[in-house]
T-cell receptor, first 113, second 114 residues
């Protein structure tokens, strides 16, 4: 069973702060890693993906990957109330399961003004 | 470019009935994956289709089945519905299985089984 674990939350930060979301995965062979944002009542929306160790930045979002520690994180800088949502970490292990994503249970983030 | 569309958006069925859900991928996308989302279990993979072939299947009973047509549209069917099948069913499309980073979700079908 391939496990993806996220810090359970909920996470609450003030507007302008940095929100840090964490995710660990069990399959050491995992190849690609994704962060989705899901607003209440909506479907997941892809916001970041990362394949290589290190940091990947896109605007206010930074994904960090450490394959040795089997850890991936998402930092949201200058958090805004509109960032309030559930953030889902997803992992793809490649090979015969190339088109399949394994999801964590999500972390609910609230950004208060 | 139009996104992934799913029909119907909402559905209420009775235990024992069957249901068919439809997904139209983004134009040009040939891979379709289906997921079930519930508060208790989160997002769980059902199956994935590419070029009309089922490539992967999750740990769901045989009551859950699917297919893909030559135009890449996909359907999933659930027979003999149970109360526990109440969930949001999400379809995601990508150009191909190798391009999972381009996996985009549709709005989902909310199924309620009474």
């Amino acid at each position: 069973q391939k496990e993806v674990e996220q810090n359970s939350g909920p996470l609450s930060v003030p507007e302008g702060a940095i929100a840090s979301l964490n995710c660990t995965y069990s399959d050491r062979g995992s190849q690609s890693f994704f962060w989705y944002r899901q607003y209440s009542g909506k479907s997941p929306e892809l916001i970041m993906f990362i394949y290589s160790n290190g940091d990947k930045e896109d605007g206010r979002f930074t994904a960090q990957l450490n394959k040795a520690s089997q850890y991936v994180s998402l930092l949201i800088r200058d958090s805004q109330p509109s960032d309030s949502a559930t953030y889902l970490c997803a992992v793809n292990t490649g090979g015969s399961t190339l088109g399949r994503l394994y999801f964590g249970r999500g972390t609910q983030l609230t950004v208060w003004p | 470019k139009a996104g992934v569309t799913q029909t119907p958006r909402y559905l209420i069925k009775t235990r024992g009935q069957q249901v068919t859900l439809s997904c139209s991928p983004i134009s040009g996308h040939r891979s379709v994956s289906w997921y079930q989302q519930t508060p208790g279990q989160g997002l769980q993979f059902l199956f994935e289709y590419f070029s009309e072939t089922q490539r992967n299947k999750g740990n769901f009973p045989g009551r859950f089945s699917g297919r893909q047509f030559s135009n890449s549209r996909s359907e999933m069917n659930v027979s003999t519905l149970e109360l526990g099948d109440s969930a949001l069913y999400l379809c995601a499309s990508s150009l191909s299985p190798a391009k999972t980073y381009e996996q985009y979700f549709g709005p989902g079908t909310r199924l309620t089984v009474t």
